[in-house]
């Protein structure tokens, strides 16, 4: 039995596809809800047990953090799709080769980022234009943060590493494990010991920290293809170029996108504390309706990077459409209880009458548009799990970044400065991108696009 046969990995180029692309997403999706749980236990511990102004310093933040995250987590997305590909194709050394470079990269670039995140905080919070009151608390939680951000870093490389050939499990393990720590933590820290929004970014990168060393630890003991080996850590500068050819668009995407939320929070921030609260509470809300079609997207990049990797080009396109009626159908289910049930899910993070009519009114008229979203995420996985990053980065940055902005420009300054049609901005971008997204998949050719030949000796 080869290091390509083990249990824990899955070969999603053969069996029945809707049953491969659950059995990835459930666990990948429980994942996502213990992660959410870092930020929803914080937003939750704060809203009950300290003031307003610290309930909006750490719900506000997302936007700046993401700018450094989004940008490794679109590099470590190249690597997952690198990986997939070669073990799709049966390769097991360029596996082993990739998984040391990925590896030594992210410690090379936790490092920078650490730095580089200290530095740019209050740069961030001026342009988001801060309120005074919100100020000292806003930049104890980022500059904490930004401290322990290596450990959030090398979670998510490892844990990609594993779902890339098929492993969703162990990552979601290591999640829960790191939730509750997360959540234990948050209390004393919190509530016993009165230590606020330092308190909870202390809390948040302990649990990380310990999500890293698990990860770390599993694929050093490993005895399959993608194992750990420090004492052969090295960068391969063919798979790096690989790694980037395909991250790094979605590197940029993602770390623009998110720069170019700063200036959205701008907009929300100019209605002050109670609908910024209110924001922070939807926010909330909202990364967990995304969940399932964040799942099934990570689903369809590893299973259109395996099959293209084998060279199965027809199954890879049935598992896209797939991946996106499930998306669809899971979404579309969640956003009733989420409509219907709307003051009350905000009154859970803060009680506060205006806060609670704020975070209800933009729940009511957001959720509805987030089928728009299923569109452009499935498209946006696929295409990156055939290696083609690229045109994702520029439908994504078109739609996210220049069109809503240049939306955000004109309703604020000639038409309605009001919030409901300021948060719309959102729901805007997701339909042109939905568009973009389905116009340049029904022509691109993903045979044209993978990064490995199939079935090559090793």
């Known amino acids: ?76 997305s190249g690597a997952g799709v690198v990986i997939s590909q070669y073990y799709g194709a049966k390769k097991e050394k360029e596996v082993g080769r990739a998984v040391q470079t990925a590896m030594l990269m992210t410690l090379v670039l936790g490092v920078l980022f650490t730095f580089l995140g200290l530095v740019i905080t209050p740069f961030l919070l001026d342009m988001m234009n801060t309120p005074d009151d919100i100020l000292p608390d806003a930049y104890t939680y980022l500059s904490t943060y930004f401290s322990g951000i290596i450990g959030l870093m090398f979670y998510n490389i490892g844990s990609g590493i594993l779902r890339a050939v098929g492993d969703s499990r162990r990552p979601f393990y290591f999640l829960v494990i790191s939730a509750v720590i997360n959540t234990v933590l948050d209390l004393v820290f919190v509530v016993n010991f009165q230590m606020g929004v330092f ?119 049935k598992g896209v459409g797939i991946s996106a009626l499930v998306a669809v159908i899971a979404t579309a289910v969640l956003i009733v209880p989420v409509m219907l049930f709307a003051p009350w899910l905000v009154t859970f993070f803060n009680a506060k009458p205006e806060v609670v009519a704020y975070g209800t009114l933009f729940l009511r008229w957001l959720s509805p548009f987030y089928i728009l979203c299923c569109i452009n995420q499935i498209y946006a996985g696929a295409l990156r799990g055939a290696g083609n990053s690229r045109a994702c980065m520029i439908i994504m940055l078109a739609s996210f970044v220049v069109f809503r902005q ?53």
């Open 1 to 76: 039995m080869t290091a390509l046969q083990k249990k824990r990995d899955t070969d999603m180029t053969q069996g029945p596809i809707l049953r491969h692309l659950i059995a990835f997403s459930l666990p990948l999706l429980a994942g996502y809800l213990f992660q959410q749980m870092y930020n929803m236990v914080d937003t939750w511990v704060i809203g009950n047990f300290a003031s307003n102004e610290a309930f909006s310093a750490v719900g506000t933040v997302g936007s700046a953090i993401n700018v450094l995250i989004g940008f490794f987590m679109g590099l470590s």
């Open 199 to 317: 308190g909870v970014a202390l809390a948040t990168i302990i649990a990380q920290g310990v999500s890293a060393l698990l990860v770390i630890l599993t694929l050093l003991r490993s005895r399959e293809c993608i194992r750990l080996v420090v004492k052969s850590w090295q960068f391969d500068g063919e798979i790096l170029k690989k790694i980037f050819r395909v991250g790094l668009p979605a590197a940029l995407q993602m770390a623009i996108t998110s720069f170019s939320n700063v200036f959205v929070q701008s907009y929300i921030n100019y209605f002050q504390g109670d609908c910024m609260s209110g924001w922070t509470a939807y926010s909330k809300i909202d990364q967990l309706i995304m969940m399932p079609m964040q799942a099934v997207s990570l689903a369809a990049t590893t299973f259109v990077g395996q099959n293209l990797g084998d060279g199965q080009i027809d199954r890879a396109k």
């Open 406 to 458: 240049i939306y955000l420009f004109i309703m604020a300054n000639f038409i309605a400065n009001e919030i409901l049609p300021i948060a719309m901005s959102y729901p805007a971008g997701w339909l042109l991108a939905s568009l973009l997204s389905q116009l340049y998949y029904r022509r691109v050719d993903l045979n044209k696009t993978r990064l490995v030949e199939s079935k090559d000796p090793v």
